[in-house]
């Protein structure tokens, strides 16, 4: 069990930066993978960014914020970060911090979520 609790959300005019934090129950190292995901009204729930503690890692972002949000993480707090950077309308959504720990299949733990609104 991991639980995630987000913080950071807020509302900003477009162009500006929040920063979303999220703190884990769980070392970050004992994850196998952690990530950000948003949920606009009337659509589905999205990867933003992400991380893999497998493999050697590796980072991805959806493609309509590469260059403008970045994951990073602070293992002694346990504290993923979503420092998101030239913000657009578009990117209103409620964030939710996601934890992937695998058992016998991949469990999902997610985050209550952040409200995160951009006025133009």
């Known amino acids: 069990q991991v639980q995630l609790v987000e913080s950071g959300g807020g509302l900003v005019q477009a162009g500006g930066s929040l920063r979303l934090s999220c703190a884990a129950s769980a070392s970050i190292f004992s994850i196998y993978a952690m990530g950000w995901y948003r949920q606009a009204p009337g659509k589905q729930r999205e990867l933003v960014a992400g991380?893999?503690?497998?493999?050697?890692?590796?980072?991805n972002y959806a493609d309509s914020v590469k260059g403008r949000f970045t994951i990073s993480r602070d293992n002694a707090k346990n504290t993923v970060y979503l420092q998101m950077d030239s913000l657009r309308s578009e990117d209103t959504a409620v964030y939710y911090c996601?934890?992937?720990?695998?058992?016998?299949?991949?469990?999902?733990?997610w985050g209550q979520g952040t409200q995160v609104t951009v006025s133009s």
């Open positions: 991380f893999t503690n497998s493999g050697g890692g590796g980072t």
């Open positions: 996601n934890a992937k720990l695998v058992a016998k299949t991949i469990l999902d733990f």
